[in-house]
Every structure is written in structure tokens, then in C-alpha cells.
């Protein structure tokens, strides 16, 4: 971590769990937290609330089993006030959001993001002002993402499996997901792929959605 941040141009931060296997004692990820601030000058921690089980659970399991203990990442912040410390783990919700920020400098979104990622738009709006970008503005966004990325080399696949996410729990959220899944329309590499699953969806993307 020190060779990182002395060679870095950007600040270099740590993201860990509050133990290892069963041992939940506070003063492990404590000491933890203490030794990698002093010896190599990390300012930054983002700290999944729970511990991981290095043996017997499933890399699936272990983001779900292990019980979550956010008092202990509040109390990693009040003994450390002059360390940025942002929460993570098992938090979808703008309530869960804004209840942690009660208490520590920030919030890191996960599977919540990424499963059902038009969250952010509206946990945005809602925490910094202004209106919701509409899931047809983010669709028109990200092709002209898609396009210069693709001039570039990208692949289009790279990209549209990052957005499976953007209309679950709406109508038509399958037939979107089925488009920028098909292999052969992928291969053709056409950022045009978003706008037509778009209109699969809710009709011309320049409709609200």
C-alpha cells in the first residue's frame, strides 16, 4: 500500500471487510484501519460491514451471510474523524442511503447499483437537487458514450452488460435485457443496438421514460 501511494499521482484507498472468518473483534479491523493510515498514509477507507469467511462460503454467499454490523463502521469513524470512511454492504435504498450518512462520510452502492442501476438517478436527484435524468436521457447518454467508445476498440459488449439493470421492475425490462444480450447483435458492434432496445421498451427514446 505505501509503494502504491508514494508511485500514485491520485490518492490510493482501501477497500476491506471488518474481519476475517469469525472473528469479529472490533479491535482487529481497528488496528487495521490505525496501521494502514499511519505507515502508509491512506485517508480513504471503504468499509464493507461484514466479515469474510475465507472458508466454507461461496464468493456469492459471502456477500450475503455473514451478518452486517454498521455500528462498527460508525465506530470506526468517531475514533478516526480525520479519515474519510464510506459504508458498504447490503444498502439499496435512499432511507438506507441517508441513515448511514448520519453517521460516516459516505455511501458505496454494489449489486444495488448494478441490478438495478436508474437508482442512482433518482438517489441523486434526491440527495444533491435538480430533476431525475429519465431512463431515455440515460439511454441517449450512454449511446453517444457507446459510440466514441467504440471508435476507440471498445467493444459494445463491454459496455451493454454494465445496463442490463436500467429498467428492471419496469415494463418491458425482459425484451431489453433479451436485446443487449443477443450475441449476434452485439457482434455487429452498433452503439444504434441502445436505441432500438430503448424503443422495444417504451417506444422512440426520446419519449419520457
Known sequence: MKAMQDAALIPVTVKHR??????????????????VARRAGCRTFV????????KGLS????????RLRYE???????EFPELEI????????????????AHVDGVMLGR????????LATIDAQLFGGAAATRAEVVERMHAY?????????????IARHMLGLYQGRPGARAWRRMLSDAAALARN????FLAAAAQVAGPVAAAA
Open 18 to 35: 471488518l474481519g476475517i472468518d469469525r472473528a469479529e473483534d472490533y479491535d482487529f479491523v481497528r488496528r487495521f484501519v490505525a496501521t
Open 47 to 54: 468499509v464493507h460491514a461484514r466479515n469474510a469467511v475465507l
Open 59 to 66: 464468493p456469492k454467499d459471502n456477500r450475503e451471510v455473514p
Open 72 to 78: 462498527d463502521v460508525h465506530r470506526l469513524k468517531r
Open 86 to 101: 464510506v459504508a458498504n454492504g447490503g444498502i439499496a435504498t435512499l432511507e438506507a442511503v441517508e441513515a448511514e450518512l
Open 112 to 119: 444495488a447499483a448494478y441490478h438495478h442501476s436508474y437508482c
Open 146 to 158: 457507446a459510440t466514441a467508445q467504440v471508435a476507440r476498440g471498445t467493444p459494445l459488449r463491454s
Open 190 to 193: 452498433d452503439p444504434d443496438l
